[in-house]
């Protein structure tokens, strides 16, 4: 953990300056920003096992050591934590009722592995290829449609699952989530599933809701139970599209330190991609949930204008201490459904407004045919989720509908170029008067 230089008098952040990923704090400063870390990390990393019924140790373990991987691939210069991603969510539940929980840890295995290949790639060849293929219009959609496809599980399967399993356990949460994000300021704020999921287990405990038995018998001290991962053909495909919002994640999160810390980390794309997928594909190995970059975790960066990687080290480290407490998980697995059902509610919403946001932020133009008509197509067939069975292949709503995306924006974009229908400006080159012109739309005129 040696190699970064102390910033300033390593006391305080000098108004204006960030520590940057190089830098520290002084030891106590770091420890104390890396636990903060940890807190942030929490609710929405344990959401996800909770979710899925997957240990809530186990991922917790993977989480902390995918994290210490990730930053020795990118040689300390990506400031991240690798929580429970929300995106294998869906897939994962949609896995575990068909083919039980290992064949779930094997769709996580593969997804691993593809992502470290893409990494590979990207590291190799660079990102253009992929703003080609998943323009923010296709890279949008998906994630709507992953989020917006969980929405039935947030109410719950039957009567003792999800938001109806405790309406008023679960309206406690939600509401505690929906106060803390607009009452608390810094910290408190950013930790509003986390605030809400407290304030809803004490609900839980208070109406007789929570059996602390398990919890009786788990010991304080002990290895996470692990999962051998099986292959289904039918469960692999469920989780093909995840590696396209983990990539798009990845990216996103590159961008936002960028723009934080002034420092160029486009060099080191393939190096974050590599580490996330490595970190997948371990997790898939024993039982863990798949990881993606934390956009929790930003949140403190941006709070403490603190970006050390440092700081990271002691995140992974802490987490990897609490990972080792059978007694710590198995209180993490006496949330009750109310709560989960609660918090669901919002979270899901959230997943699926993201792909919105991803539209918003690049100015995607609902105008043209080309954007709105395959947007419209995935979106419904994931939020129905359709089903189509080719032999023993079974794709339903994610799958389809991320092949929906894709194939029906870059077939109707090739058409309206060949028609000359298409809304996009030509290119300078192409234009009249030469290099400055430009031909404008064939629809506006």
Request: charged residues 10%; aromatic residues 8%.
């Amino acid at each position: 953990m040696a190699g970064w230089q102390v910033h300033g008098d390593g006391r305080a952040v000098v108004p204006g300056q960030v520590v940057g990923p190089d830098e520290r704090l002084s030891w106590p400063r770091t420890i104390g920003i890396g636990l903060q870390h940890v807190v942030a990390m929490f609710g929405a990393t344990f959401l996800v096992p909770l979710l899925t019924g997957f240990s809530p140790q186990t991922t917790l373990f993977f989480s902390a050591v995918g994290t210490l991987l990730f930053l020795v691939v990118t040689r300390n210069r990506v400031p991240s934590y690798l929580g429970s991603s929300f995106a294998f969510i869906a897939p994962i539940l949609a896995a575990t009722a068909s083919g039980g929980q290992s064949a779930a840890v094997g769709g996580i295995l593969v997804t691993g592995v593809l992502l470290t290949v893409v990494g590979v790639v990207v590291h190799l060849a660079g990102t253009r290829w992929i703003e080609v293929t998943m323009p923010p219009v296709v890279t949008g959609t998906i994630v709507a449609l992953i989020g917006f496809n969980l929405a039935p599980a947030a109410w719950g399967a039957n009567e003792d699952s999800g938001f109806r399993a405790a309406p008023v356990t679960a309206t406690c949460t939600l509401g505690a989530i929906l106060l803390s994000a607009v009452l608390f300021r810094g910290i408190l704020g950013r930790l509003s599933i986390l605030v809400g999921v407290a304030v809803g287990y004490g609900v839980a405990v208070l109406r007789g809701e929570v059996d602390f038995a398990a919890l009786r018998e788990a010991d304080w001290v002990g290895l996470p139970t692990f999962v051998t991962p099986r292959f289904e053909t039918g469960v692999l495909v469920l989780f093909v599209p995840v590696v396209l919002v983990l990539v798009a994640e990845n990216i996103g999160h590159l961008k936002s330190v960028t723009a934080m810390t002034g420092k160029d980390l486009d060099p080191v794309t393939g190096r974050a991609l590599i580490g996330d997928g490595l970190a997948t594909t371990l997790a898939g190995l024993g039982g863990g949930s798949g990881t993606t970059t934390y956009a929790e975790n930003i949140g403190v960066m941006a709070a403490t204008r603190v970006y050390s990687t440092a700081a990271y080290w002691v995140a992974g480290l802490g987490a990897l201490v609490l990972a080792m407490s059978p007694r710590f998980g198995a209180a993490v697995a006496t949330v009750p459904p109310g709560v989960i059902g609660g918090a669901a509610t919002l979270l899901y919403g959230m997943i699926g407004l993201l792909g919105a946001r991803i539209w918003i932020q690049n100015r995607v133009d609902f105008s043209d045919p080309v954007n709105l008509m395959p947007a419209a197509v995935a979106l419904v067939i994931g939020i129905a989720n359709f089903s189509f069975r080719w032999g023993d292949l079974q794709f339903e709503g994610i799958a389809l509908g991320t092949a929906a995306a894709i194939v029906l924006y870059h077939l109707m974009r090739v058409l309206a170029r060949w028609r000359g229908t298409t809304f996009e400006p030509a290119s300078p080159a192409s234009a009249p008067g030469g290099d400055e012109g430009i031909v404008e739309d064939a629809r506006a005129h």
